[in-house]
């Protein structure tokens, strides 16, 4: 808050004497003007709530779009009053099954049309309402029908197809935003970057004037994975049928009634959370209701049963000859390849996310050897600096002045040192240049644990790279030195001998856990 100069004191301000003031005359310091007093008061009342809402406030969400915005896929930046309306869509179709001797599918268009056409479309639509049948509820595991407590009209998952999906409005990508992060389970929480939303069509239901009606209720689960329903309004006039959704004693109402509207209206809420729908008092509330699952936004490639199949990567075929040849890596050895992509993979969260974060050629390459039963692992790999430069050229120096070197056996190799996990940055306050080779091999242990290969029959060369360990090292004068790693993927490929059996064997496990085996909600 600003401090107040003498001369804005008025009488109404309220002076603060301070008691434990030191200075031995007390005299007023500081003084808070009564508007300054009411901003506090607000930002008070407004953090409260801020934390309440954290707590329990964030259990629903819902909107009004109008139909004509999707046009499917238009570029987010264009503005609804630019759009082609010749291609943009403006009514819903429903459309529903008949039985055989009234001939094919019924079809009504909402917003209902007004024109010529209007008999026709009102025709239909009594005979939509006739085709519904009267909705029941659960309880007690059986399906009870009680038009006291539930006073609807319904129509199957089955029964009918729409030409509206909540997607290409941009309601599940909202809900996800909104609704997913909050959800819990130790293991979710450290994955939120894996959490997809899918949203399941389950039912129309028509709720109609003067009596329609769904009491307090929770929605019964479809499952592990449900988290919350959707429920989207179609446009058609109606008066009452306000959506009462509460959470902890805490309430929300959503108010869809209209004389004439051409927006979409929806709600999103918790599994737990009781709702209700009010007496509608005339018209016809017509809603689509859907389940809302989490499923694996990121990783279903990687899964045992992948949305993507592995086999039919461009790689694949390539890969499974090159592995049945005879001449190709004959003894074994391990293939890297330094991920195209950039991923932080020095945050905190980087060893959950990998290697369900990997995208592109790197995730192709990943599920390829995975799928062909070879280990894999992703990873990141050190970088020498100057100090493990020096380390290097002792090591060399030894091995070529050491009794085991043969002049006919190969150069020495290259260490690569792959860290054994994901982590952040990490400070070596104990680096040197010319401290002995054995202490840093053996700090260097200690403050970023690796497996070291020797072997490596590199694919591609480093790009993306980030900081991974910073030094202090002293040579003649202190200085800051660092190391860079690059995230690689690493297959070990066994001697050629040995290529089915230990394919056989690696492939009867998945490859990486499928999130939703393991979650807990
Ligand atoms: O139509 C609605 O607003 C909600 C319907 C509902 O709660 C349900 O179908 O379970
Ligand atoms: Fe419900």
């Known amino acids: 808050m600003n401090k107040m100069d003498s001369s804005e004191v008025t009488p109404m301000d309220v002076v603060v004497i301070s008691s434990d003031d030191e200075s031995p005359q007390q005299k007023p310091h500081k003084s808070k003007t009564l508007s300054e007093l009411a901003e506090e008061r607000c930002l008070d009342s407004l953090s409260a709530a801020v934390e309440g809402y954290q707590s329990t406030a964030n259990y629903c969400c819902g909107g009004s779009l109008p139909i004509t915005i999707p046009s499917i896929a238009q570029p987010l930046y264009v503005s609804s009053k630019k759009l082609d309306p010749n291609k943009t869509q403006n009514t819903i179709a429903l459309r529903w099954d008949v039985s055989q001797d009234q001939g094919s599918a019924r079809k009504v268009e909402f917003p209902l049309v007004h024109s010529d056409s209007q008999i026709l479309a009102q025709t239909m639509f009594e005979e939509l309402l006739k085709t519904c049948a009267p909705a029941t509820f659960g309880r007690n595991n059986e399906d009870i029908l009680d038009e006291s407590y539930r006073k609807a009209g319904k129509l199957d998952r089955e029964q009918f197809s729409i030409n509206f999906h909540p997607h290409d409005y941009g309601i599940v990508d909202a809900i996800a935003q909104t609704l997913l992060p909050q959800i819990d389970g130790a293991f979710l929480k450290e994955r939120v970057e894996h959490r997809g939303l899918l949203a399941e069509l389950y039912k129309v239901n028509i709720y109609s004037g003067p009596s329609g009606k769904f009491r307090g209720h929770v929605d019964t689960p479809r499952g592990p994975t449900q988290f919350g329903s959707l429920v989207v309004c179609l446009p058609h006039p109606h008066e009452g049928g306000q959506l009462r959704v509460s959470h902890k004693g805490h309430s929300s109402f959503f108010d869809w009634s209209n004389t004439d509207s051409h927006d979409i209206q929806w709600a999103a809420f918790y599994s737990d959370c009781e709702h209700e729908v009010f007496e509608v008092k005339s018209g016809h509330r017509i809603t689509l209701t859907y389940n809302l699952y989490i499923t694996e936004q990121v990783g279903g490639v990687l899964r045992r049963n992948p949305t993507i199949d592995p086999s039919l990567f461009p790689l694949y075929e390539g890969a499974k000859q090159m592995l049945s040849q005879p ?21 905190s969260r980087a060893h959950a996310l990998m290697s369900w974060a990997l995208k592109g050629v790197d995730v192709a390459i990943y599920s390829v050897f995975s799928s062909l039963g070879l280990d894999v692992r992703v990873g990141p790999i050190l970088e ?37 996990t994901f982590h952040k940055v990490v400070l070596d306050a104990d680096g040197g240049y010319d401290i002995a080779y054995d202490k840093v091999e053996k700090n260097l242990h200690k403050i970023w644990p690796h497996d070291e290969y020797k072997d490596v029959t590199w694919l591609n060369t480093a790009r993306e790279e980030e900081v991974a360990m910073v030094s202090i090292a002293y040579g003649n004068e202190a200085e800051l030195d660092w190391c860079y790693s690059h995230a690689a993927i690493l297959v070990t490929v066994p001697a050629h001998k040995d290529r089915d059996h230990e394919a056989k064997k690696n492939m009867e496990a998945p490859a990486v856990p499928s999130l939703i085996d393991v979650a807990t909600f």
């Open 384 to 420: 020498n600096n100057r100090q493990l430069e020096n380390l290097e050229e002792q090591q060399v120096d030894e091995y070529y002045a050491s009794a085991d070197y043969d002049s006919d056996s190969p150069d020495y190799e290259r260490k690569i040192r792959v860290g054994a």
């Open 327 to 347: 001449n190709f890596m004959n003894k074994g050895g391990n293939l890297g390849f330094y991920c195209a992509y950039k991923y932080a993979h020095h945050s």
